[in-house]
T-cell receptor
Framework: NAGVMQNPRHLVRRRGQEARLRCSPM?????VYWYRQLPEEGLKFMVY????????ESGMPKERFSAEFPKEGPSILRIQQVVRGDSAAYFC?????????????FGPGTRLTVL | DQQVKQNSPSLSVQEGRISILNCDYT??????FLWYKKYPAEGPTFLIS?????DKNEDGRFTVFLNKSAKHLSLHIVPSQPGDSAVYFC????????????FGPGTRLSVLP
C-alpha cells in the first residue's frame, strides 16, 4: 500500500516561470492538504481539497497560487510567475474524510528552488 | 507573530538518556496539541497528541506533558535512541481539524551513541 507520493522531489525554476507540484494521495484517501515550509519555519497550511472541490483555501496567497484535485489524477499545486520567496519545501498530506489531524499522512515533499 | 514557539533549534542527548523538547504557545484558545517527527527527505510523521482536558499522555517511550496555565508543553523521550534523531515539530489548534493547526519551527534532536 503506497504512501502519499509527491513529484518532483526537487524542482528548480527561474524567476517568472511556472511551477507545478503533484501529489497522489494514499489509496482510499479522498482529501488532500498542501503545506509550505519556509527555511527555519514550521509548516504552514495552504489549502484543503477533496476531489473536484476546494474546502478551505484560507492559507493560499491571493495571487499566483492555485490548487486543484480533479476527479482523476493527482492533486496539483500551481505557482505562476515564481519569485525567490517561493523557494520552500511543499508538503502534501492526505486523509479519509474525517479531517482529524492525527489521521493525516504526509508525502516526502517537493523542494522548490527559484533562481 | 509566532503563535507556537520552539526556542531550541537543536538538542544533543546521549543514547539512553532522556530527551526533553519544549514548546510554548501564545493563544489561550488552543486545545489540541500534536508532536510530529521528521527525518531528512521524508514528510512529517505523527508521533503523539494531547488535548487540553489532560495534562499527560504517554505512548511507549514518548510522553507529552501539557501545562495550560503556562501555555507550555514538552515531549519526553526516554530512553533516547539513535533512531530518534530527527526534527520534532509541535503544533497547536483550537480544534482537531487538520487545516487549523499552527506549527512551531522545529527542534533538531541528535541522539549520540
Amino acid at each position: 500500500n503506497a504512501g502519499v507520493m509527491q513529484n518532483p522531489r526537487h524542482l528548480v525554476r527561474r524567476r517568472g516561470q511556472e511551477a507545478r507540484l503533484r501529489c497522489s494521495p494514499m489509496k482510499g484517501h479522498s482529501h488532500v492538504y498542501w503545506y509550505r515550509q519556509l527555511p527555519e519555519e514550521g509548516l504552514k497550511f495552504m489549502v484543503y481539497l477533496q476531489k473536484e472541490n476546494i474546502i478551505d483555501e484560507s492559507g493560499m496567497p491571493k495571487e499566483r497560487f492555485s490548487a486543484e484535485f480533479p476527479k482523476e489524477g493527482p492533486s496539483i499545486l500551481r505557482i505562476q510567475q515564481v519569485v525567490r520567496g517561493d523557494s520552500a519545501a511543499y508538503f502534501c498530506a492526505s486523509s479519509r474524510p474525517s479531517g482529524n489531524f492525527d489521521e493525516q499522512f504526509f508525502g516526502p515533499g517537493t523542494r522548490l528552488t527559484v533562481l | 507573530d509566532q503563535q507556537v514557539k520552539q526556542n531550541s533549534p537543536s538538542l544533543s542527548v546521549q543514547e539512553g538518556r532522556i530527551s526533553i523538547l519544549n514548546c510554548d504557545y501564545t493563544n489561550s484558545m488552543f486545545d489540541y496539541f500534536l508532536w510530529y517527527k521528521k527525518y531528512p527527505a521524508e514528510g512529517p510523521t505523527f508521533l503523539i497528541s494531547i488535548s487540553s482536558i489532560k495534562d499527560k499522555n504517554e505512548d511507549g517511550r514518548f510522553t507529552v506533558f501539557l501545562n495550560k496555565s503556562a501555555k507550555h508543553l514538552s515531549l519526553h523521550i526516554v530512553p533516547s535512541q539513535p533512531g530518534d534523531s530527527a526534527v520534532y515539530f509541535c503544533a497547536a489548534s483550537k480544534d482537531n481539524y487538520g487545516q487549523n493547526f499552527v506549527f512551531g519551527p522545529g527542534t533538531r534532536l541528535s541522539v549520540l551513541p
